[in-house]
């Protein structure tokens, strides 16, 4: 299995940007990769997926998926950020075909593969 490292995470003003980044160890390239979130209290939910063919579903239109296979990282940009968005936020890997990975209707347990988080904090 991969080891994935989060990065990017920072305290924001609402109406900011951030970019997360993924690390990992190894060639994910033919994985479903995924950013997930989790506010305290609540479930862990995903926020966008790639598939490996590039394809994407992002889950919210402010925020933007995307790979570099060459380097083996993984990118969530996030734009206009509000409160709600204050979560830690998880990247994820997994063998899971590619029609379901982009379906919109993955869950937490198709994933094998997690990082450790990084924090959004996101203030008005």
């Known amino acids: 299995q991969a080891q994935l490292v989060e990065s990017g995470g920072d305290s924001v003003q609402a109406g900011g940007s951030l970019t997360l980044s993924c690390k990992a160890s190894?060639?994910?390239?033919?994985?479903?990769m995924a950013w997930f979130r989790q506010a305290p209290g609540n479930e862990r939910r995903p926020v966008a997926t790639v598939d490996r063919y590039d394809n994407t579903m992002d889950m919210d239109s402010r925020f933007t998926i995307s790979r570099d296979n060459a380097a083996n990282i993984l990118y969530l940009q996030m734009n206009n950020l509000k409160d709600e968005d204050t979560a830690t936020y998880y990247c994820?890997?997994?063998?899971?075909?590619?029609?379901?990975?982009?379906?919109?209707?993955?869950?937490?347990?198709?994933?094998?593969?997690w990082g450790q988080g990084t924090q959004v904090t996101v203030s008005s």
């Open positions: 190894r060639f994910t390239a033919r994985y479903c």
């Open positions: 994820a890997a997994g063998s899971i075909l590619a029609y379901r990975c982009t379906s919109g209707r993955i869950a937490s347990a198709d994933f094998t593969s």
